[in-house]
């Protein structure tokens, strides 16, 4: 079963202080490669930045049969998106895409793991990857500190951010730390070209009504916050976290070798 995207350079939009040069003046941007894991997931808020950014979406679900590639030779980069699934279970889809991730670090292209694509991403780094030691979720708004590293590569963090896990990670050896929280103290953290957000900045209005719906039993557990608390957080942090968002994207992707020479030759 392939999802993979067929339309290339749609929506392209001008960011305020860029010229913007038109797509025919420019040999096609490569796609960034897309991981997800449900039928009905998408990228959201992820995919709308790099589509606005001229980036076509090279969507694949390993899960359902999809095959990832050898090499990022022909994507800008990679994102893993989250899922209900654990970073621990045994599926072999889940452990081939653990071990996919050893690609984008060997090559240093541009990784982005978001929930579970974080977590997977701290696994193969070699990091511990449990649930809380008392139980407890963070589904719902909760409060992030960026740290000075995390200031450093990008300004104006939202002081609260959606979250809808049950799992954390260490930081990985060797890594730096971007973010922290205060039930789950990793949120955010940088190996290289690769980057690792516990908390979820992709997710639109449509998808944050389709997970309180269908994925209202998570909101029982330990620390969850009741499905009115999610639209409320929504209306007071929701601009600020997606402003972040696109201006995390426009930074990540101008570490891909195409986007760098483009950068280096305006």
């Known amino acids: 079963m392939s999802f993979r995207s067929k339309k290339d350079h749609e929506n392209v939009l001008p960011f305020p202080g860029r010229s913007v040069l038109a797509v025919s003046d420019l040999a096609p941007l490569p796609p960034v490669l897309i991981v997800l894991h449900q039928e009905t997931s998408t990228p959201g808020r992820v995919g709308n930045a790099l589509r606005a950014l001229g980036y076509p979406l090279d969507i694949r679900r390993p899960r359902f049969g999809d095959a990832l590639p050898e090499t ?14 654990s970073a621990n279970d045994p599926d072999d889809y889940v452990r081939r895409e653990i071990d996919w991730i050893e690609v984008p670090l060997r090559e240093q292209r541009p990784f982005l793991g978001i929930c579970l694509g974080a ?17 407890r979720v963070e589904v719902g708004y909760y409060p992030i500190r960026p740290t000075a590293a995390g200031h450093a590569l990008c300004p104006d963090w939202p002081e609260r951010v959606y979250h809808w896990h049950g799992e954390g990670f260490q930081l990985p050896h060797g890594a730096e730390l971007l973010a922290e929280g205060d039930d789950f103290p990793v949120q955010a953290f940088r190996s290289g070209h690769a980057f690792g957000f516990q908390f979820h900045p992709d997710v639109t209005y449509a998808m944050m009504h389709r997970w309180t719906t269908r994925g209202c039993v998570r909101m029982d557990s330990p620390g969850a916050q009741p499905r009115h608390l999610h639209f409320e957080g929504r209306a007071v942090h929701d601009v600020i976290e997606r402003a972040w968002l696109k201006n995390f994207i426009a930074g990540w992707i101008r570490r891909s070798p195409r986007a760098a020479l483009l950068e280096a030759a305006e």
């Open 72 to 85: 990022l030779d022909r994507h800008a980069g990679a994102v893993i998106f989250g899922g209900p699934m």
């Open 119 to 135: 977590q997977m991403l701290a696994g193969q780094l070699g990091a511990q990857v449990a649930p809380h030691h008392e139980g």
